[in-house]
Nanobody, 123 residues
C-alpha cells in the first residue's frame, strides 16, 4: 500500500507564503501524475493543480493560478506546493494525491491520498 505523507501546513497571515510537501513511500507505484486538492471549511473538496510526473507539465485551478506553484523532486520522490500571496479564502485542508492518469482535475481519478494538512490564512 502506497503512503503519501504531507507536511508544511500551518497558520499564516494574508499575503504570506507556505510550502507544502508530500512524500510517497514507494517509487515504483503506477503514478503518472500527482495533484493537490483542498477542502475549505463547510465546502466540497476542490482541485488546486497537478503535475505530470515525468514531463513536469503543470495545470492549475483559476483561483490559484499565478500564486501557487507545483513542483516535484524525482530523487526525493516528493511533491511540493509553493503557495504565495495567500488569502483567507485559501484556508482549507490540503491533500496530495497520485493518479495513473496523465492529468485530471477530478478526485475520482486519484487512487492514493495523503492524510491532509491544515492551512489557515488569517486576515
Amino acid at each position: 500500500q502506497v503512503q503519501l505523507v504531507e507536511s508544511g501546513g500551518g497558520l499564516v497571515q494574508a499575503g504570506g507564503s507556505l510550502r507544502l510537501s508530500c512524500t510517497a513511500s514507494d517509487r515504483t507505484f503506477g503514478r503518472n501524475s500527482m495533484g493537490w486538492f483542498r477542502q475549505p471549511p463547510g465546502k466540497d473538496r476542490e482541485f488546486v493543480g497537478n503535475i505530470r510526473w515525468i514531463s513536469g507539465i503543470t495545470r492549475y485551478a483559476d483561483s490559484v493560478k499565478g500564486r501557487f506553484t507545483i513542483s516535484r523532486d524525482n530523487t526525493k520522490n516528493t511533491l511540493y506546493l509553493q503557495m504565495n500571496s495567500l488569502k483567507p479564502d485559501d484556508t482549507a485542508v490540503y491533500y496530495c494525491a497520485s493518479s495513473p492518469a496523465f492529468t485530471s482535475s477530478f478526485d475520482h481519478d486519484y487512487n492514493y491520498w495523503g492524510q491532509g494538512t491544515q492551512v489557515t490564512v488569517s486576515s
